[in-house]
């Protein structure tokens, strides 16, 4: 497979008093938490809009989410009731 050129985009928004501020919160920001979505441009100006997982980033049980009475999560309405 030939190698093609790609422009990556992906943005943040910062409230910064400089520019160079701006870019400097947005460069830490990235560091910590990487983008997961990118805007991918070809050469032929096609985009692409891709999803990233990160392996760094878990995903972690939370307790005060976790089912306490594991029989309410099945339904057992029939089809159509609630409201």
Do not use: C, L, W
């Amino acid at each position: 497979m030939q190698k093609q050129r790609y422009t990556v985009h992906t943005s943040v928004t910062v409230d910064a008093e400089t520019p160079q501020a701006a870019a400097q919160q947005a460069s830490e920001f990235f560091s910590k938490s990487p983008p997961e979505r990118f805007n991918v441009v070809d050469e032929s100006g096609s985009t692409f809009h891709v999803t990233h997982d990160h392996p760094e980033r878990s995903i972690d049980t939370i307790e005060s989410e976790v089912v306490q009475y594991p029989e309410f999560m099945e339904n057992d309405a029939p089809p159509g009731a609630g409201g």
